[in-house]
């Protein structure tokens, strides 16, 4: 009952919002391109189409969760891969990425796992895709064409896994809500990001890393990580934590969500790309939607499932 009030909750906050974009963009004309607002629209029906897949996969139950996230991180895989110089040596390698590792990780999250589903792909994972490009022999740049698809593999399938493995953690008094916690975790850490963007744009000054990501700055950091952190508090119906530590808890993820992204920028920049992608219009792909929560994800996991769990 309490998921479909906080989906009915979501409706009404998402028309609200709609409706306030919809009205600056006819104050300054559907014609005439307005950067701020535009931005701000796009992110709207970007949470528009986020918050009906969730809650359609949550209507499925476990399985369409699992199901749903085995997806975002097939396609935030292909993102990844699909920016890195990849030769015929690395093939056996990206076939086993995609073939191999990924749906096993997502079955060993399935039938709960734990001890082998938090090791699979750092342990096992790192070790044996070297060793499938060494059998083919290809040396040129082998350890900077192994270690990206190490990391495409760690961000993409192994972080993001950790959000639906929420659902696998034994709270007590708390069996038939893990839904909401989850869920909570993706209200937190994405409200972050909207709120950083909004309060960078009403006040934001001082750049805090230019050369990573030029639209971060110092008050939209602090307003927005604040802001959802005091939101998170707001949201503490949603899961075991009292008041305090559930403002404490979205101080944390924010904050790992910020420095995610931070990472996740140097990498495009590395790479010489603005977007992983350009799945989702205003977004850029699912790793742009994606990248704050791949670093808050496995934190917020294991520190509920050593507290409460």
Request: some cysteine; hydrophobic content about 55%.
């Amino acid at each position: 009952m309490e998921i479909w009030q906080l989906f009915g909750g979501l409706i009404i906050t998402l028309i609200i919002a709609s409706s306030i974009g919809y009205g600056l963009k006819f104050k300054v004309g559907f014609s005439t391109p307005h950067a701020v607002i535009d931005n701000l629209n796009a992110r709207i029906n970007a949470w528009w189409i986020m918050i009906l897949i969730i809650f359609a996969a949550a209507a499925l139950g476990f399985y369409g969760v699992i199901g749903l996230f085995f997806v975002i991180s097939f396609m935030a895989l292909r993102e990844f891969l699909s920016l890195l110089y990849i030769r015929r040596g690395d093939h056996l390698a990206l076939a086993a990425c995609f073939y191999v590792i990924l749906p096993l990780q997502y079955f060993l999250v399935a039938i709960d796992w734990f001890s082998m589903f938090t090791i699979f792909i750092p342990v096992y994972g790192f070790l044996f895709l070297p060793i499938l490009s060494a059998l083919l022999g290809d040396t040129a740049h082998f350890l900077d064409r192994s270690t990206k698809v190490q990391w495409a593999l760690m961000i993409s399938v192994f972080c993001i896994s950790h959000i639906p493995a929420i659902l696998t953690l034994d709270i007590e008094g708390f069996e038939e809500k893990k839904l909401l916690l989850m869920i909570f975790l993706i209200l937190v850490v994405q409200s972050s990001d909207v709120l950083q963007y909004v309060w960078g744009k009403l006040f934001g000054k001082h750049k805090i890393a230019p050369k990573l990501s030029p639209s971060k700055t110092v008050e939209g950091f602090v307003g927005g990580v604040v802001s959802a952190s005091v939101l998170g508090g707001l949201l503490y119906w949603l899961t075991p934590f009292n008041p305090v530590q559930a403002v404490l808890m979205s101080l944390l993820i924010c904050l790992m969500g910020f420095l995610g992204g931070l990472v996740m920028s140097a990498m495009k920049r590395s790479m010489g790309v603005k977007d992983w992608g350009n799945m989702i219009s205003g977004h850029g792909g699912m790793l742009d939607r994606m990248d704050s929560l791949c670093f808050a994800a496995p934190i917020f996991f294991h520190v509920v499932r050593y507290y409460w769990a």
